[in-house]
């Protein structure tokens, strides 16, 4: 596709399930991140990939959040035991490089409720 | 840590009114900043950029210039129109073991009435 593509566009779950979140970038890019943006505010860093490596996981919150990119292509965001405070919009995006030097491109996000 | 605060919103304008939205940055180094917008419906996209002091970044009529000595970085544009209605963010990247990551600020809700 012509943009960053994430699925399910909207999940609900109960507490304490696992969840895992999709993200096909912009073929060719090989960095890609996953921020978090919960209700009136703006997006929170979350994790950093350059090819299949994670060159930055800072921003993950805790040991429940872990993220993939195995073919350094698509990439897996997998949240366990979901809490209801992860309620909120997991953005994806992807660049050519890294986002200091070259624009990282957004999807429109999953929109994860926890019940 | 690095940090970004935008002017509190929402801001509601009348076509063809002058625009300002404030934002100010907390960063070691010499960041990057930019601004992003979200139209309704749709993902994040950059609308324009500057990468060392004094840049001024340019883009469909709003400008921005990198102001080092009062650390800001605020969006005008002299005439908004209808189509501006969206949410602007302004984000850095602040370099070196941060290459990757941008940090926002918490978002400015624009609304443009006839």
């Known amino acids: 596709g012509a943009g960053v593509s994430q699925t399910p566009s909207n999940k609900v779950t109960e507490k304490g399930k696992y969840v895992e979140l999709r993200c096909d970038p912009i073929?060719?890019?090989?960095?890609l991140y996953w921020y978090r943006q919960s209700l009136g505010q703006g997006p929170e860093f979350l994790i950093y990939f350059q090819g299949t490596g994670a060159a930055d996981d800072s921003g993950l919150p805790n040991d429940r959040f872990f993220a993939v990119r195995p073919e350094g292509s698509v990439s897996t965001l997998k949240i366990q035991r979901t809490e209801r405070g992860d309620s909120a919009v997991y953005l994806c995006?992807?660049?050519?490089?890294?986002?200091?030097?070259?624009?990282?491109?957004f999807g429109q996000g999953t929109r994860l409720t926890v019940v | 840590g690095d940090s970004v605060t935008q002017m509190e919103g929402p801001v509601t304008l009348s076509e063809e009114a002058f625009l300002t939205i404030n934002c100010t940055y907390t960063a070691t180094g010499y960041p990057s900043l930019f601004w992003y917008v979200q139209y309704p419906g749709e993902g994040l996209q950059l609308l324009l950029k500057a990468t060392k002091a004094d840049d001024k970044g340019s883009n469909k009529g709003f400008e921005a210039t990198y102001r080092k000595e009062t650390t800001s970085f605020h969006l005008e544009k002299g005439s908004v129109q209808v189509s501006d209605s969206a949410v602007y963010f302004c984000?850095?990247?602040?370099?070196?073991?941060?290459?990757?990551?941008?940090?926002f600020g918490q978002g400015t809700i624009l609304t443009v009435h006839p």
């Open positions: 073929s060719g890019h090989t960095a």
């Open positions: 995006a992807s660049s050519p490089q890294g986002a200091g030097r070259t624009e990282a491109f």
């Open positions: 984000a850095l990247n602040a370099g070196g073991t941060s290459y990757g990551k941008l940090t």
